[in-house]
């Protein structure tokens, strides 16, 4: 018994100097480098679908599985860029809010997502299946509430986008619904059986965000459907089988950010932003976490449920965005949520906790450029955070909403415009 102590001693003794030493040279050196990674997609299906409005699956006989080799940014993260506090006052001059309205018609229950375009936020709200239709000064132009299974109708309205004048409402599992921009419904695309979170539309194709649901396809993290979703055409494959089938999203909004001209798509279990364009997927940006990165072999082996013996992984991929200025991402590492902030101008990174010295909203941005970032709080958490200290915030634009509104109105958008650096 004291021999099988003394060992039991030794490993428990061995296993905390390994996690040590793995926390030590967490985030030892920083730099950044380019480098070449392959990624696994799928070449172009022979198949270009037909008149009918049916999705061709084929026999597979027409795909092929192809390495894609592609230059692209390494970022490494340092102990020594560690700021605790990243103030909004370092990035943005100036902010203004809009007061979404408030009516019988134009209750927002939450914001799942908003696209601002030609002066007009488009927002969804996935818990009443609802797509809103806002003007620049927060007065509701129209919306779309139609659930059912006729003409223009959906089951669940999962996710929309915008593309050439054109929204698409992505029915889950049936169809991706098409209207014109004045809410006039024009036309479906049946997307066989597909299941995903969101949906991006550039040039008559269809990505879609599978969140590990397995397709007729094969099992992939993204997936690409041309011709409005008559063919297959390529996708990130999922090789990790012991996700396969589990959505697991970490507060995750969106997982596609249009950068200009530029798509880029991300996923929870991944230090990668790929780039996406019509007849490639390839990695932008691989952030590296070195000792802490999480091994792509690890849910061979492991479920979900493992990682919580492995804190000191870098995993959670909950957000990304890009402008000329900045690369942002925030992720899960040693058991805390960080914000990652690379400057293009300086080639610095830093992270920390983002700390909003200027209105005291701390929104939750959804649409960022060059110019500004806007995004979103409800009422009752800027009530919240307006409580936590009267004092301190007495004399701010929190303090200004909180007078003129009460706490069960409408959520308020946040506009932050960016220093001219």
Known sequence: MKKLNVGLLLGIGALVFAL?????YAIDDYGIKTNTLSTSVMADGSNSGDESGSVESGDGSGLTSTEYDTTHKVITINKENYQE????????????????????????????????????????????????????????????????????????????????????????RVNVLEYDLSCNYLNKYPVNNVFGTSILVNNESFYFNTCNNPTEYGNYHLLQMEH??????????????????????????????????????????????????????????????KNNNLPESFFENNTYEDLKKFSSYAYGFNSFWENNLFIYFNINLMENNWDFLYSKQDNKLI???????????????QIVNDDFAIGFRTMDELFNEYNYSKEERKNTVLKEIIDISNDDDNPVLLIYYFKKF
């Open 351 to 365: 992270y920390g906790y983002f700390s909003d010295d200027i209105a005291f909203c701390w929104p939750k941005f």
């Open 20 to 24: 040590g030493m793995n926390y030590r």
């Open 85 to 172: 506090k990243i103030k909004y006052s370092e990035l943005f001059d100036s902010v203004k809010y809009i007061r979404l309205e408030n009516c019988d018609d134009c209750l927002i229950a939450d914001i799942d997502k908003i696209i601002f375009f030609n002066n007009c936020f488009y927002i969804l709200d996935k818990r009443q299946n609802i797509l809103f239709n806002f003007s620049d000064i927060g007065k509701l132009i129209w919306k779309i509430d139609k659930k059912g299974n006729g003409p223009g109708e959906y089951r669940t309205l999962m996710d929309f986008d915008l593309d050439n004048n054109r929204l698409y409402l992505y029915n889950p």
């Open 228 to 289: 409005y979703g008559k063919s297959f055409k390529k996708g990130i494959e999922m090789t990790q089988k012991n996700l396969i089938g589990k959505c697991i999203t970490f507060n995750q909004r969106y997982s596609f950010f249009r950068y200009q001209d530029k798509i880029r798509f991300f996923i929870p279990f991944s230090t990668k932003v790929f780039s996406i364009e019509k007849d490639s997927i390839s990695v932008q940006y691989f952030f590296d976490f």
